[in-house]
């Protein structure tokens, strides 16, 4: 008995073919992340090196372009979604988890069409290719707190106020920690 000949589906290669390429701009732009916070050099200078020392034939330009410039021109306020969930202060981050963190918080708040799941699992994996051994771990906790605020509903959560304790230590607010009622 013959096995069936495999389905060539076009509509799932060219899908495939795209996560591929944006995936390796993803690894691109970490790299440009990480020229900018070594030498604060301008993004399109970056870019420009980039895209003239490398093969980019099978990278998504637009989205390469997308990240390294709106991380860099918007960096303040994507740390400041960042510190509060972190347990050390933002430099102390090595120069990679800095530039893998900003990449996640980027993606979760400004591009809704990536699933979080997909946003985190990318981190992860330029985590593990080019991190520490364990930031992978760290990398996935503050992008999975990050995501409970900003993909709320997406996860079927309740919208999180700005109130609410994104870092997840409730021993900040005592009431909150025994859920004693105040007096």
């Known amino acids: 008995m013959s096995q069936p000949k495999p389905q ?10 795209q996560q591929a390429a944006q995936r390796k701009a993803r690894r691109f732009a970490l790299q440009g992340l990480y020229e900018w916070q070594m030498t604060q050099n301008h993004a ?6 980039t895209r003239a020392d490398n093969a980019m034939h099978k990278v998504d330009l637009r989205y390469y372009h997308s990240l390294l410039a709106g991380i860099v021109q918007d960096a303040e306020a994507i ?15 090595n120069g990679v988890e800095q530039a893998i963190l900003r990449i996640g918080a980027f993606e979760l708040r400004d591009r809704l069409e990536i699933p979080y799941k997909v946003v985190i699992d990318e981190a992860i994996e330029l985590a593990k290719h080019f991190g520490a051994t364990d930031s992978h771990k760290y990398i996935n ?36 920690a025994t859920g004693a009622d105040a007096e």
């Not at 399109?44 to 090196?49: F, G, K, S, V, W």
């Open 8 to 17: 060539f589906n076009a509509a799932k290669n060219a899908i495939h073919a």
């Open 44 to 49: 399109h200078e970056i870019e420009a090196r």
């Open 79 to 93: 740390d400041e979604l960042l510190i509060p969930l972190l347990d050390r202060e933002f430099a102390a981050l």
């Open 141 to 176: 906790g503050v992008l999975d707190r990050l995501s409970k605020s900003l993909r709320a509903v997406e996860q079927g959560l309740a919208p999180l106020d700005a109130d609410d304790d994104l870092d997840g230590d409730l021993d900040d607010d005592p009431e909150k």
